[in-house]
């Protein structure tokens, strides 16, 4: 059994309308010592998210589901809660990989996927939103305090996932260095670089928009081809 787990084991949501396979990874989770629910379209999870008693760690969101699919629901969840979404998708196209992302998902695989490949992708999730050290890391007017997971520029909270918040986090401690790709995913979203993995190029977008948008002189995030990215501080 996991470490993390040993006192208090965490909450697993699965929102999928293949019972089937939510038995079976249920099953699975809970014999690696997780507490897991599932629901089978989004207004059955969307309501345990708005209750803080039932309230999971992390969710495993279907895309293809009836009704309102899981990119609907990811988009409606993002407005308010911060907790980390794997995805699933039969379809498995980057396409819809990289609008999970764009979305605010923290990670993306393919169906049908192996239960144990799924539980390394939720170790590594809960691992990264683990407690961080106190302190404040400042880069320009850009503020990030590790123990509380807050990100400020000119004191204007930055509303960011957990893996955005790890990205800037490893971007800021080496600002005006070069962090290569596969260090950031290692960072930000616990495993390897993937082949053709695009992840961390749509995060850092994604970054860029609400750096831009809190104010024209945040710190910069500047992409170095085919290497990785640099927190530049200062006038362009």
């Known amino acids: 059994m996991d470490a993390m787990q040993a006192s208090t084991p ?24 997780f507490v897991v629910e599932v629901a089978h379209d989004s207004d059955a999870a969307l309501a345990r998210l708005r209750n803080p008693a039932q309230r999971p760690d992390l969710l495993i969101l279907d895309v293809m589901m009836p009704g309102r699919d899981g990119l609907e629901t990811l988009r409606e969840l993002r407005t308010q809660y911060r907790l980390p979404v794997i995805m699933l998708s039969a379809r498995g196209e980057p396409v819809d990989r990289v609008i999970g992302l764009e979305l605010g998902a923290d990670d993306y695989l393919s169906k049908p996927c192996l239960p144990r490949e799924l539980l390394a992708r939720v170790r590594a999730q809960l691992r990264r939103n683990a407690p961080l050290v106190a302190g404040t890391v400042r880069a320009g007017n850009l503020q990030l305090h590790p123990g509380e997971r807050r990100a400020q520029i000119d ?15 490893g971007l800021a401690q080496r600002a005006g260095e070069l962090v290569d790709k596969a260090a950031l995913t290692r960072l930000a979203l616990g495993r390897e670089l993937e082949r053709y993995d695009r992840s961390i190029d749509v995060h850092v977008s994604r970054l860029r928009h609400k750096l831009a ?17 640099v927190l530049v501080v200062g006038a362009p």
């Open 10 to 33: 965490s909450r697993i949501l699965i929102a999928d309308d293949d019972r089937a396979l939510c038995r079976l990874l249920a099953d699975y989770l809970q014999r690696e010592g």
């Open 155 to 169: 004191d204007q909270e930055l509303s960011l996932t957990g893996a955005e918040f790890l990205l800037l986090l």
């Open 213 to 229: 948008q809190a104010s024209p002189t945040a710190p910069r995030i500047e992409s170095v081809r085919g290497s990785g990215y």
